[in-house]
C-alpha cells in the first residue's frame, strides 16, 4: 500500500477513535473526501486492523463506526508536528487578530505538553524551537484594530442562548452612540470583525463593526433565531463583509499575471478559464463593488475588468492613479 493510503487509513482510526458518536460513510467520505466506495473500503480495512471497531445504530437506522481509544495505543500519541501546528496555529490568530481564539489555542497546546511523557517532552523541545524558528508566522504590518476579549465573550454567551442585548453603537467619523435592540446571529472575522444581527425594528440582519461597538448588555429577553438563516450562505453573498445585492463578475489577468491568479480564492463560486494566450479569466457571482475595487488595485495593469460595468469603470479610473505611484 502506498504511503499515502496508509496515512490516509490512520487518519481514519484517529477520527473515528476521537468521535463518540461515531462516523457514519457520509462523515468519511467528507473528512476524508474520498467517495462512497473508497470510504467503505477503508472502513473495512480499519475492521481487519482493528477488531474493536463497534458498529452502532441511531434511531434513524444510520449507521455509525467508532473506534475506542484505547484501540490505538501509543499511535494516538501527539507527535511533534501536532505540537508546531497548535503554536502556528496560535501565531496565525494573533495576527489576524483573534486573540481571543489564539488563547484558546494555547491553551489546548498547553494541556497537550502536559499529556506527553516527560522523555518524548523532553525530546521534542529543541526539535520544536528550531521548526518555529524556521517557520515562524509573518505579523502583517499596518494598523489594525484591537479587540476587547471581554466583548467576544459577551456576544457569544448571547449568541449561543439566543438571549436579546442592547448595543450601543457609534457610526464611524460620528461621536454620537445609538442604542440599539438586537438579536445577535454571529461573527464575521477579518481584518475587521463584524456582528451580524437581527434588528427586530428593522426586520433586516445588519453588521456591526467591533471598533465602533461601546457596549452591549443583556435584555433578560429571548429570541428565537430564524431557521432558514445560514452565516455561512450570508458571508457567500459578498465579496468581502459589505452586504450588496450578487451580480456577475469577470475579470481577466494577462499572461504574467495568470499563475499568480490562480492561487487566489477570489470567491466560494469562483470558475477559471484559461486563454489562448496564457491569460486567465476568473468569474463569480457576489457583491461588494467597493471592497473588489480595493482588492483589484493591487493588481494594477495586469488585471482588467470585463463585467460589471460600473466596477470597469472605477478600475480604469484607479489604475491611472496605480501608474503615477512613485
Known amino acids: 500500500?502506498?504511503?499515502?493510503?496508509?496515512?490516509?487509513?490512520?487518519?481514519?482510526?484517529?477520527?473515528?477513535?476521537?468521535?463518540?458518536?461515531?462516523?457514519?460513510?457520509?462523515?468519511?467520505?467528507?473528512?476524508?473526501?474520498?467517495?462512497?466506495?473508497?470510504a467503505q473500503r477503508m472502513r473495512?480495512?480499519?475492521?481487519?486492523?482493528?477488531?474493536?471497531?463497534?458498529?452502532?445504530?441511531?434511531?434513524?437506522?444510520t449507521k455509525r463506526w467508532r473506534l475506542p481509544p484505547k484501540a490505538l495505543g501509543h499511535v494516538a500519541d501527539l507527535q511533534l508536528d501536532d505540537i508546531m501546528a497548535l503554536e502556528v496555529a496560535a501565531n496565525v490568530l494573533d495576527r489576524d487578530n483573534r486573540t481571543d481564539a489564539a488563547a484558546s489555542v494555547r491553551r489546548v497546546e498547553a494541556k497537550a505538553r502536559i499529556s506527553l511523557r516527560a522523555e518524548d517532552a523532553r525530546r521534542m523541545e529543541p526539535d520544536l524551537e528550531a521548526l518555529m524558528q524556521a517557520e515562524g508566522v509573518a505579523m502583517r504590518p499596518g494598523p489594525r484594530h484591537k479587540v476587547d476579549p471581554t466583548l467576544i465573550s459577551a456576544l457569544r454567551h448571547a449568541i449561543l442562548g439566543c438571549r436579546e442585548i442592547e448595543v450601543r453603537y457609534k457610526k464611524r467619523y460620528s461621536p454620537t452612540e445609538h442604542t440599539r435592540r438586537i438579536h445577535p446571529y454571529g461573527i464575521i472575522?477579518?481584518?475587521?470583525?463584524?456582528?451580524?444581527?437581527?434588528?427586530?425594528?428593522?426586520?433586516?440582519?445588519?453588521?456591526?463593526?467591533?471598533?465602533?461597538?461601546?457596549?452591549?448588555?443583556?435584555?433578560?429577553?429571548?429570541?428565537?433565531?430564524?431557521?432558514?438563516?445560514?452565516?455561512?450562505?450570508?458571508?457567500?453573498?459578498?465579496?468581502?463583509?459589505?452586504?450588496q445585492e450578487p451580480f456577475d463578475v469577470a475579470w481577466r489577468f494577462t499572461p504574467e499575471a495568470a499563475t499568480d491568479a490562480k492561487d487566489f480564492l477570489f470567491h466560494a463560486s469562483q470558475v477559471f478559464e484559461e486563454q489562448p494566450d496564457g491569460g486567465l479569466v476568473v468569474r463569480f457571482r457576489a457583491g461588494g463593488l467597493l471592497e473588489m475595487a480595493w482588492h483589484l488595485y493591487q493588481w494594477g495593469d495586469t488585471v482588467e475588468v470585463l463585467e460589471p460595468e460600473e466596477l470597469r469603470t472605477i478600475h480604469n479610473q484607479s489604475k491611472v492613479t496605480w501608474r503615477a505611484r512613485p
Not at 481487519?48 to 458498529?55: A, G, S
Open 44 to 61: 473495512d480495512a480499519i475492521g481487519r486492523v482493528f477488531p474493536q471497531l463497534e458498529e452502532i445504530q441511531q434511531q434513524d437506522r
Open 1 to 38: 500500500m502506498r504511503y499515502g493510503n496508509s496515512e490516509s487509513l490512520l487518519q481514519l482510526a484517529l477520527e473515528l477513535s476521537a468521535s463518540h458518536g461515531g462516523l457514519s460513510l457520509d462523515d468519511i467520505e467528507a473528512k476524508l473526501g474520498v467517495g462512497r466506495r473508497t
Open 189 to 243: 472575522y477579518g481584518q475587521r470583525h463584524y456582528l451580524l444581527a437581527f434588528v427586530p425594528d428593522e426586520g433586516d440582519i445588519r453588521s456591526y463593526a467591533f471598533p465602533y461597538i461601546a457596549g452591549v448588555k443583556e435584555t433578560g429577553a429571548s429570541f428565537v433565531r430564524d431557521p432558514n438563516f445560514s452565516l455561512a450562505e450570508y458571508a457567500a453573498r459578498s465579496f468581502g463583509v459589505f452586504q
